[in-house]
């Protein structure tokens, strides 16, 4: 038995990534996108025609429509292929904005529904501030499914759980990135690997910390640099894993063992947190990785969408 069939034993395998012909070789049950993903994508000789058609069709529309329009269009080809879900986001722009994001995470949707997609397979992934969370409160009150990306601190986490969100996706390998700079030459790599790798523990916290007190968001760790991180979360709800670590699951045979199991989170003597809004704020700018990691986010899926939309001002050109 490979690493990958073991792992689908005790834990959801989703695909991270916007090029959907990947897609179909690993079986994942549900797929992940985001801005820079779609991006990639875009820019491969495979998928510029899938733009161009998009553009064309809807020369003339305001920009975010199209790009909402070239999301879906990903977003259809990938649940073509996938079982389950498939996750797409809200511009990164309206981080900050709730009611902005509750409008065009509702046109996402209808979109899909245009071409025939259940609302239950989309989940719509929003930046996990404290307005992506309002937001996604409001969604989820709705029917309308939500996936909170951007996710690096426990605070958030709970907050998420207090709104009844669908499912979270704390980044292990954004987590993992912060301190291996923050720790520069004294940084032990074997010491700080598998269950001692900060984003892992962070996940483990989150998911330690639903399990505990009964909270029905699902856990997704996400943002993998290395098998390590991969295998010390077995057992977690879901991990959504990008094609190049895909592959090495697949062509592994070492042994894999369950490292998450929900009746040992439930047996933790754990504090019960809840945070409002000037909790969630205060709790948020003490832990500067996750104040640093949640704004360069942000910033870089801000970035790639503005890249986006010139790619396709140019397609329309």
Known sequence: MSQLDALRQFTTV????GDFRQIAQYLPQDATTNPSLILKAVQMPEYAPLLKATVVQRRGRPLDEIM???LVRFGCEILALVPGRVSTEVDARLSFDTDAT???????????????????????KIASTWEGIEAA???????IHTNLTLLFSLCQAVVCGQAKVQLVSPFVGRIYDWYKKQAGASWDEA???????????????IYAHYKKFGIATEVMGASFRN?????????????????????KLAASDAPLERALVPEAAQALDLPALHYDEAGFRLALNAD???????????????????QLETLMQQAAA
């Open 191 to 205: 010491a700080m690997a598998g269950a001692n790798d900060p984003g892992v523990r962070s996940v483990r916290a």
């Open 137 to 143: 409160r409001r969604l989820e009150q709705r029917g």
């Open 102 to 124: 509750v409008a065009r995470a509702e046109r996402i949707v209808e979109l899909y529904q245009a071409e025939g997609v259940h609302i239950d397979r989309v989940l719509i």
């Open 227 to 247: 098998l390590g991180q991969i295998t010390a979360l077995a057992g977690c709800d879901l991990l959504t894993i990008a094609p190049d670590l895909l592959a």
């Open 288 to 306: 500067a990785m996750a104040t640093e990691k949640l704004a360069e986010g942000i910033r870089a899926f801000v970035a790639d969408t503005l």
């Open 68 to 70: 909402d329009r070239l």
């Open 14 to 17: 989703v695909a991270d990534t």
